[in-house]
């Protein structure tokens, strides 16, 4: 890459989604998710599981066989099962995972359970090898964040939808590298509003601490952007025993959210409160107002490479990236 051999650039830019640090490199499968009302796509890769993984930074050798495991078997497989399934229903997979306790960002276990309900009949139909069909479906099963990557790029696919409006001052990206923190508004074309991220408050796993954290890194935050995530951490109490807080706390988080947010979801309900919809439409001009920031569930990665996911936390979009935004668009107004 300092030779200039490897070029870098954002997932957003792309019109896809990694989490973490995000890497999608030409070799790697992908899903590819379509807004059949819209038209457009979105894309995002296969997720590796918990803890030690590329995309938060490990590069041991298991690491390296798993994404070779991943090009040459699992890719194509799953793509095949996902086809003689008739394709994902990932909105509705969505909305029925959110009333089963999840809030698709940090805790996935009925999102993913239910697309492994829904694959493992077709995976098991598959001409390949009953040890690898075997293989496919126990890693599906034992990776409760099998969902995510798929949930991301449907996000992505609504967002993109809203981006674009003249005038519009809705949040259409949030987005971090383990360095900044930026957002992209849907009336300002294709700029990002950047500040220095923040770094992540939370449970780490043992041995691990706020000394070893890495300022927030990913592109999941898409998900908060479309109205999930910890927007809807209200309905998934459970989610605090790996973020940290309160079911109380999870419950505040999503109060706060309707206030700076333009409206409320009518496929995304929460029990919770009574099936209102979660608060979707982060509105730059609202979170200055209020001065209430998006709150966003977020793992934490080490700040060394090579060792991997060490906790989950909670975070907020920096201030600034809102208030150069609004500047931005007062000047596109004049």
Not at 14 to 37: C, K, L
Request: proline share 6%.
């Amino acid at each position: 890459a300092s030779r200039g051999d490897v070029r870098f650039s954002p997932c957003h830019h792309h019109g896809s989604v990694g989490p973490m640090a995000g890497i999608i490199t030409a070799s790697m499968p992908v899903f590819v998710v379509e807004n059949r009302a819209h038209g457009n796509h979105a894309w995002s890769t296969i997720n590796e599981g918990l803890g030690k993984a590329l995309r938060y930074g490990a590069n041991a050798p298991d690491v390296l066989d798993r994404l070779v495991w991943f090009r040459d078997v699992l890719g194509g497989a799953l793509g095949e099962a996902i086809r003689r399934a008739g394709g994902v229903d990932v909105r509705a997979l969505i909305a029925q995972a959110l009333q089963m306790g999840d809030e698709c960002h940090n805790r996935n276990r009925a999102a993913s359970a239910l697309l492994v309900k829904l694959l493992a009949p077709e995976v098991a139909a598959l001409d390949l090898p009953p040890a690898e069909r075997s293989r496919i479906l126990a890693f599906a099963a034992g990776n409760e964040h099998f969902f995510l990557n798929l949930g991301m790029a449907a996000c992505k696919t609504a967002t993109d939808a809203a981006h674009g409006v003249s005038g519009s001052t809705l949040v259409t990206a949030m987005a971090r590298n383990g360095t900044d923190f930026g957002i992209r508004v849907s009336g300002l074309g294709d700029r990002w509003f950047t500040a220095p991220a923040l770094t992540p408050v939370g449970l780490y796993f043992p041995g691990f601490g706020p000394h070893d954290a890495n300022p927030d890194i990913g592109d999941s935050a898409i998900t908060e952007t479309a109205g999930i995530g910890a927007f809807a951490m209200g309905g998934a109490p459970a989610i605090v025993q790996f973020v940290g807080g309160t079911p109380a706390d999870a419950l505040r988080a999503t109060r706060r959210m309707y206030e700076i947010t333009a409206g409320e979801s009518r496929a995304y309900r929460l029990p919770a409160l009574d099936f209102r919809g979660t608060p979707t439409g982060i509105d730059v001009r609202l979170v200055l107002q209020t001065s209430i920031l998006p709150q966003i569930n977020t793992g934490i990665a080490h700040r060394e490479p090579g060792v991997g996911q060490i906790g989950a936390g909670i975070v907020t979009a920096p201030r600034d990236c809102f208030e150069a935004a609004l500047e931005a668009l007062a000047e596109a107004a004049k």
